[in-house]
């Protein structure tokens, strides 16, 4: 029998490039920001710039003044660049001339363009977006139809400013099954929905936060049905399922959001949270502690106070700690004489829209009642309802720079960028939104396993599984388990989907996720997937001391949850070193098939307390031996453990390359190691885990 090799590790992907990596802020996707091959340059006094053609083959001095001079590379050289090429040379040219004792400074021959002003015809009057510096957010991104926002309000009209802005998915949560349009007297969806993401330059009112986002119409109710709890709840889960990226919720009750009062909507918010959707609230408008209103108050929710235009916090809106930020939503008070309800642009007279000569609102679009013939205009609206698509808008914003974003990095970015507001005495949370700030802090944060733990970007990264699957077409998805949250990458290292919480997951919810301690992330110890002759599809976990099988559907195989230590095998291996039986937990598992190493060709492997164990398919122990004992992690892994610590994996699995055999990795100590099919290391052998470009 050839003899099997000692597996415990994990074969992760040959090359990991960036590939899901967003356009850097300032070229909307061009090929370059700057002007190929050109450098300007500042000599120090004495320097002959013209000698530099012969110290450096190929640069020219293509103009010079007193105060610089202008570089270029030859351009017979340049042509034959592509533009990714063109910039890389051009950078590397900086580098070199900054390196020279004669120069004072060098730098690129940077492109500016004109800062985006829509040409709207009411654009002018949207005294609200200049504040949160919204013009400046422009000039980087108006947003990505990848974007969803779920507007979760009174339904659309045929506003001609929120034509081909709705996704053709909606949903009706008072009649499930009918066309979600706004039937009552009350357009406040229609207003909500064009401050989130009305169209520009279509010759029509003015501008919306996230113009090129999309937009998901979900009616809760209308000032005919009002809106239930059921109603909300619903349209949440609904807005989960038909890919929202952000939900905006314009509605309040004052209550505090707590368990006990609504455990249903806690739940629906938090399966949001879990699937990566952000999840915004308006304050209220009863002037009273956000923690007293529902769902702002809601954990994991950014609560959104209103400003008036004096950027002071509006008398009506609610306030506190905790609210998540300030955005404009305009002045007066929601009493007579209803300065709040301002007038109307273009708009027939009309008695349910309770117009009133003030322009202390926000400025969007407006749908009179049916009783003045559903008239399409513009008015002035203020309220903590008009602040939050302020927010939903701008977190569109920035999950078109980077998708990879998730709620709690988004809520800390917007709360870290706010514009303090000195006069708010801590009523206004951090301050005022700033959306340039916002698109750019959150296109520069990393969005990987390694910096999604909580102990911050400089603690060890520690990655508690990685499982790689290929399908029949020969498709690869690779599963990255880490700090309770599951990530999922293609071959190229490109993300797959969204990150999400293992307890947004539903067979991890019910399964291991159920064993772990209130308030702590879920933790997964060990999780392999295997196409097995005879069988299919398997998904196998280990967590908490216990076990867990899923076929290809998600569905458990009879006895899931079974304890390690009741499976012959385990007792008499691993959980025999375990302090009791009902704490016996693997470090790593994996499960391969690979008939040419002989038996049957099944081979599971196994770490836990710093030895290794390896079984055939038929649970027949072959080796086992101490990690240490093996040269490879010997000198690969195990030499970075603390001294007299037990050699630990975090994860472990085997991959086989196509045309190349089967791939080893490990992680473990916050570092990389990979071997090929040969056993070799590989050029990732012994990175830092932040270094691998999909883990950061």
């Known amino acids: 029998m050839k003899r099997i090799p000692s597996f415990l590790a994990t074969a992760l992907l040959i090359a990991a490039g960036d590939a899901s990596a967003a356009s850097p802020p300032g070229n909307h996707g061009k090929s370059a920001d700057l002007i190929p091959f050109e450098v300007l340059v500042k000599f120090k006094p004495g320097a002959q710039p013209?000698?530099?053609?012969?110290?450096?083959?190929?640069?020219?001095?293509?103009?010079?003044?007193?105060?610089?001079?202008?570089?270029?590379?030859?351009?017979?050289?340049?042509?034959?660049?592509?533009?990714?090429?063109?910039?890389?040379?051009?950078?590397?040219?900086?580098?070199?001339?900054?390196?020279?004792?004669?120069?004072?400074?060098?730098?690129?021959?940077?492109?500016?363009?004109?800062?985006?002003v829509p040409t709207d015809p009411l654009y002018a009057q949207q005294w609200h977006y200049p504040p949160i510096l919204l013009?400046?957010?422009?000039?980087?991104?108006?947003?990505?139809?990848?974007?969803?926002?779920?507007i979760l309000d009174s339904g659309r009209t045929?506003?001609?400013?929120?034509?081909?802005?709705?996704?053709?998915?909606?949903?009706?949560?008072?009649?499930?099954?009918?066309?979600?349009?706004?039937?009552?007297?009350?357009?406040?969806?229609?207003?909500?929905?064009?401050?989130a993401g009305a169209a520009v330059n279509n010759g029509n009112g003015g501008a919306g936060v996230c113009s090129g986002c999309q937009l998901l119409n979900v009616k809760i109710g209308d000032s005919t049905t009002g809106i239930s709890m059921a109603s909300v709840v619903n349209s949440i889960h609904w807005a989960v399922d038909n890919g929202a990226r952000v939900i905006n919720m314009s509605f309040e009750s004052g209550m505090a959001c707590t368990q006990a009062n609504v455990p249903a909507l806690r739940d629906a918010i938090d399966r949001a949270i879990y699937n990566s959707v952000s999840v915004v609230a308006a304050a209220g408008n009863n002037a009273v502690n956000v923690d007293n209103v529902t769902p702002a108050s809601c954990p994991g929710v950014i609560s959104v106070a209103a400003s008036d235009r004096n950027n002071a916090l509006a008398a009506y809106s609610s306030r506190g700690a905790n609210i998540g930020v300030t955005a404009p939503g305009g002045g007066g008070v929601h009493t007579d004489p209803f300065s709040?309800?301002?007038?109307?642009?273009?708009?027939?007279?009309?008695?349910?829209?309770?117009?009133?000569?003030?322009?202390?609102?926000?400025?969007?679009?407006?749908?009179?009642?049916?009783?003045?013939?559903?008239?399409?205009?513009?008015?002035?609206?203020?309220g903590t309802s008009m602040a939050a698509p302020h927010v939903a808008g701008t977190v569109g914003?920035?999950?078109?720079?980077?998708?990879?974003?998730?709620?709690?990095?988004?809520?800390?970015?917007?709360?870290?960028?706010?514009?303090?507001?000195?006069?708010?005495?801590?009523?206004?949370?951090?301050?005022?939104?700033?959306?340039?700030?916002?698109?750019?802090?959150?296109?520069?944060?990393?969005?990987?396993?390694?910096?999604?733990?909580?102990?911050?970007?400089?603690?060890?990264?520690?990655?508690?599984?990685?499982?790689?699957?290929?399908?029949?077409g020969g498709a690869l998805t690779e599963t990255v388990i880490a700090f309770g949250?599951?990530?999922?990458?293609?071959?190229?290292?490109?993300?797959?989907?969204?990150?999400?919480?293992?307890?947004?997951?539903?067979?991890?919810?019910?399964?291991?996720?159920?064993?772990?301690?209130?308030?702590?992330?879920?933790?997964?110890?060990?999780?392999?997937v295997i196409d097995y002759p005879g069988i299919?599809?398997?998904?196998?976990?280990?967590?908490?001391?216990?076990?867990?099988?899923?076929?290809?559907?998600?569905?458990?195989?009879?006895?899931?949850?079974?304890?390690?230590?009741?499976?012959?095998?385990?007792?008499?291996?691993?959980?025999?070193?375990?302090?009791?039986?009902?704490?016996?937990?693997?470090?790593?598992?994996?499960?391969v098939y690979a008939p040419e190493w002989g038996l049957d060709g099944l081979f599971e492997s196994i770490t836990a307390y710093g030895r290794y164990w390896i079984f055939d398919g038929a649970g027949r122990m072959i080796e086992s031996n101490s990690l240490l004992n093996v040269a490879r992690y010997a000198s690969g892994p195990c030499a970075?453990?603390?001294?007299?610590?037990?050699?630990?994996?975090?994860?472990?699995?085997?991959?086989?390359?196509?045309?190349?055999?089967?791939?080893?990795?490990?992680?473990?100590?916050?570092?990389?190691?990979?071997?090929?099919?040969?056993?070799?290391?590989?050029?990732?052998?012994?990175?830092?885990?932040?270094?691998i470009a999909r883990m950061r």
């Open 536 to 591: 299919g599809y398997v998904e196998s976990i280990s967590a908490y001391g216990r076990g867990w099988n899923y076929d290809i559907n998600g569905s458990p195989w009879p006895g899931n949850g079974f304890l390690l230590s009741s499976i012959s095998r385990y007792a008499a291996g691993p959980c025999a070193y375990a302090a009791s039986s009902t704490t016996c937990r693997f470090a790593t598992r994996t499960l």
């Open 340 to 382: 709040a309800y301002g007038q109307g642009i273009g708009c027939p007279a009309d008695a349910n829209s309770f117009f009133y000569p003030f322009t202390e609102g926000a400025l969007s679009a407006w749908t009179t009642s049916p009783a003045s013939g559903n008239a399409h205009c513009h008015r002035f609206l203020s």
């Open 135 to 150: 013009p400046a957010a422009w000039d980087y991104t108006r947003g990505s139809a990848a974007i969803r926002i779920a």
């Open 640 to 691: 970075y453990r603390p001294a007299g610590s037990t050699c630990a994996f975090d994860s472990l699995d085997l991959q086989r390359v196509p045309g190349a055999g089967i791939y080893e990795t490990i992680t473990a100590y916050g570092r990389y190691f990979e071997w090929d099919g040969n056993g070799n290391p590989t050029s990732n052998h012994g990175q830092l885990l932040t270094n």
């Open 50 to 116: 013209t000698s530099i053609k012969t110290q450096i083959p190929g640069i020219n001095v293509k103009t010079q003044s007193a105060h610089y001079s202008l570089l270029r590379l030859d351009d017979s050289g340049a042509m034959l660049y592509r533009p990714g090429e063109a910039r890389a040379a051009t950078m590397r040219m900086v580098e070199q001339l900054r390196r020279r004792g004669d120069v004072v400074y060098a730098q690129p021959n940077y492109r500016f363009e004109f800062s985006f």
């Open 485 to 528: 949250k599951m990530w999922q990458f293609n071959a190229s290292g490109a993300r797959i989907g969204v990150t999400r919480d293992l307890r947004g997951i539903p067979r991890y919810a019910t399964g291991p996720c159920a064993y772990a301690p209130t308030g702590q992330d879920c933790k997964i110890d060990s999780l392999t």
């Open 158 to 195: 045929a506003h001609p400013d929120l034509a081909g802005r709705w996704s053709p998915l909606e949903f009706d949560a008072v009649a499930p099954g009918t066309p979600a349009t706004d039937d009552g007297a009350w357009r406040h969806g229609t207003h909500v929905a064009g401050i």
């Open 397 to 472: 914003l920035m999950l078109s720079m980077n998708p990879g974003l998730r709620p709690d990095q988004i809520r800390t970015v917007v709360r870290n960028t706010a514009t303090a507001l000195p006069n708010c005495n801590g009523n206004c949370g951090p301050g005022l939104l700033n959306a340039r700030n916002a698109v750019l802090t959150g296109y520069y944060t990393p969005t990987g396993p390694c910096y999604a733990n909580p102990a911050g970007p400089s603690a060890t990264c520690v990655i508690d599984a990685i499982s790689q699957y290929r399908n029949s």
